[in-house]
């Protein structure tokens, strides 16, 4: 790791020389800003661990400078320039959020060591912020080794400062939730409610229920009253994983929620009003849904104020190893677990269309079936017929068919009996059929409620 970069403002030509200078001696990554305009010009947090600003200067002041770094990035550690004796524009200076100043002209030695304990207490300040972000258990651990997962990370971090709500998209395993909890672990809602559902785990007749709310005796069932998914984040931040399977009907509540910051409750007669902010996710091209009258296009772009892309593992696939060795060790408790060369080449070479969470599931069950203290190769699960692939029970199936009637098929005949089949295969569970037939539990409940299929 190389030295943090230093942002050096000042407007005379010999003083900002001569902390170039001692900057660039000392090992520091150091860039030189005339003026303050040029100053705000070139900074970002992503860039610079540290600025050193003249406070007197032409035009924009080093004040300003300090003021609208701080309003940008208020954990940025700065240091002001002050001619000595100005002890009242040095406490004016570190009121308005500077870390320390450093009388002019300066030495080295007092320049130096001004640096380093800025620097040292910011990683202290951003160590004892992880920690309590851990200690909260909303923020999970990402290993990061590409440059394609630093640049989503990157995002991330730069949109939790604000309250626009995050659409995460990527394929399945990916680890979307992962990089919602950081959104939500790094800004101001931190140590609010984070509230998780998936939208397409809960049957279309209880979601709006569960997302909204409802009062007693609002249907059948209702004994007694419910809060919803919103009230429980209200302060925080809810996270909407598989939004592309929101039924068309709640897609409108949710656009209200979104624009207006209240909840209809369910057998409700006012709003309530709520602050949430709103991060969803999904697998599915929601665009193209929305070009097909599938999704709300107006809500699409509500939820898409910024958008975080999660590349698939095989676009990041200098991941694997350390992905691997991270697995291995937390699932393998007080065991120490050797991971031979030929297992890593092995894993690389695999496609991995589970992507992060079939990585996952592989080392469990190397640790698993592992005999001794080194992993085999011999353990992993059989290689996958191809990425994106139908199951393989489903293509033996297919194969077996005879052909296809020349007059023609009738497609939703051909529907029914799959599920009537499967609603047999499986005694009538329709949870179980879904999962077998690989569509949500809602999505089957609507395509036999539409069939007229019961599950007797």
Same mark, same amino acid.
């Given at each position: 790791?190389?030295?943090?970069?230093? *942002?050096?403002?000042?407007?005379?030509?010999?003083?900002?020389?001569?902390?170039?200078?001692?900057?660039?001696?000392?090992?520091?990554? &150091?860039?030189?800003?005339? $003026?303050?305009?040029?100053?705000?010009?070139?900074?970002?947090?992503?860039?610079?661990?540290?600025?050193?600003?003249?406070?007197?200067?032409?035009?924009?002041?080093?004040?300003?400078?300090?003021? $609208?770094?701080?309003?940008?990035?208020?954990?940025?550690?700065?240091?002001?320039?002050?001619?000595?004796?100005?002890?009242?524009?040095?406490?004016?200076?570190?009121?308005?959020?500077?870390?320390?100043?450093?009388?002019?002209p300066f030495n080295r030695e007092h320049l130096l060591l001004s640096v380093q304990r800025a620097l040292d207490h910011h990683a202290l300040?951003?160590?004892?912020?992880?920690?309590?972000?851990?200690?909260?258990?909303?923020?999970?651990?990402?290993?990061?080794?590409?440059?394609?997962?630093?640049?989503?990370?990157?995002?991330?971090?730069?949109?939790?400062?604000?309250?626009?709500?995050?659409?995460?998209?990527?394929?399945?395993?990916?680890?979307?939730?992962?990089?919602?909890?950081?959104?939500?672990?790094?800004?101001?809602?931190?140590?609010?409610?984070?509230? +998780?559902?998936?939208?397409?785990?809960?049957?279309?007749?209880?979601?709006?229920?569960e997302l909204f709310g409802h009062e007693k005796g609002a249907f059948t069932g209702a004994t007694r009253a419910r809060p919803g998914r919103?009230?429980?984040?209200?302060?925080? $931040?809810?996270?909407?994983?598989?939004?592309?399977?929101?039924?068309?009907?709640?897609?409108?509540?949710?656009?209200?929620?979104?624009?207006?910051?209240?909840?209809?409750?369910?057998?409700?007669?006012?709003?309530?009003?709520?602050?949430?902010?709103?991060?969803?996710?999904?697998?599915?091209?929601?665009? +193209?849904?929305?070009?097909?009258?599938?999704?709300?296009?107006?809500? *699409?772009?509500?939820?898409?104020?910024?958008?975080?892309?999660?590349?698939?593992?095989?676009?990041?696939?200098?991941?694997?190893?350390?992905?691997?060795?991270?697995?291995?060790?937390?699932?393998?408790?007080?065991?120490?677990?050797?991971?031979?060369?030929?297992?890593? $080449?092995?894993?690389?070479?695999?496609?991995?269309?589970?992507?992060?969470?079939?990585?996952?599931? +592989?080392?469990?069950?190397?640790?698993?079936?592992?005999?001794?203290?080194?992993?085999?190769?011999?353990?992993?699960?059989?290689?996958?017929?191809?990425?994106?692939?139908?199951? +393989?029970?489903t293509g033996a199936l297919l194969d077996s068919w005879p052909p296809l009637p020349e007059d023609g098929l009738d497609l939703v005949d051909?529907?029914?009996?799959?599920?009537?089949?499967?609603?047999?295969?499986?005694?009538?569970?329709?949870?179980?059929?879904?999962?077998?037939?690989?569509?949500?539990?809602?999505?089957? &409940?609507?395509?036999?409620?539409?069939?007229?299929?019961?599950?007797?």
């Open positions: 790791m190389g030295k943090p970069r230093i *942002l050096f403002v000042e407007d005379d030509a010999s003083g900002r020389e001569l902390g170039l200078y001692n900057l660039r001696k000392a090992g520091y990554e &150091a860039d030189a800003a005339e $003026t303050g305009e040029q100053a705000l010009g070139l900074f970002s947090p992503e860039r610079y661990a540290l600025v050193i600003t003249d406070l007197k200067m032409p035009g924009i002041s080093g004040m300003e400078v300090l003021a $609208t770094i701080k309003k940008q990035a208020p954990d940025q550690p700065v240091l002001v320039i002050t001619a000595y004796g100005s002890v009242d524009v040095a406490v004016e200076a570190m009121k308005q959020g500077a870390y320390d100043f450093i009388d002019k300040g951003e160590e004892v912020q992880d920690l309590r972000r851990k200690a909260r258990g909303i923020e999970r651990e990402l290993v990061v080794a590409s440059k394609a997962m630093a640049r989503v990370l990157d995002i991330a971090d730069r949109v939790a400062q604000s309250d626009a709500s995050v659409l995460i998209t990527g394929e399945t395993g990916t680890g979307k939730e992962l990089v919602a909890r950081r959104v939500h672990a790094r800004s101001d809602r931190a140590d609010k409610p984070f509230v +998780a559902i998936n939208c397409a785990a809960v049957p279309a007749e209880l979601l709006e229920s919103f009230r429980q984040a209200d302060t925080g $931040t809810l996270f909407l994983d598989e939004i592309g399977e929101l039924p068309p009907p709640l897609q409108g509540k949710l656009l209200r929620v979104l624009q207006e910051h209240v909840v209809d409750v369910v057998g409700g007669d006012t709003p309530v009003q709520v602050d949430v902010r709103v991060i969803a996710a999904t697998n599915q091209d929601l665009l +193209a849904r929305a070009r097909e009258g599938a999704f709300r296009e107006d809500l *699409l772009y509500r939820l898409n104020v910024v958008e975080i892309r999660v590349p698939p593992l095989p676009e990041r696939s200098e991941e694997i190893e350390p992905l691997v060795r991270h697995f291995v060790e937390r699932l393998s408790g007080s065991r120490d677990l050797a991971i031979p060369d030929e297992l890593i $080449t092995e894993m690389r070479a695999r496609p991995w269309p589970g992507n992060v969470r079939q990585l996952e599931n +592989a080392c469990e069950r190397l640790v698993i079936l592992c005999r001794g203290d080194t992993l085999s190769a011999e353990d992993l699960p059989p290689r996958e017929p191809g990425r994106g692939g139908i199951r +393989a029970g051909l529907e029914k009996r799959v599920i009537r089949r499967v609603l047999e295969l499986k005694k009538g569970n329709v949870t179980q059929a879904a999962t077998y037939l690989g569509v949500p539990r809602h999505i089957l &409940a609507y395509r036999m409620a539409k069939y007229g299929i019961s599950r007797e």
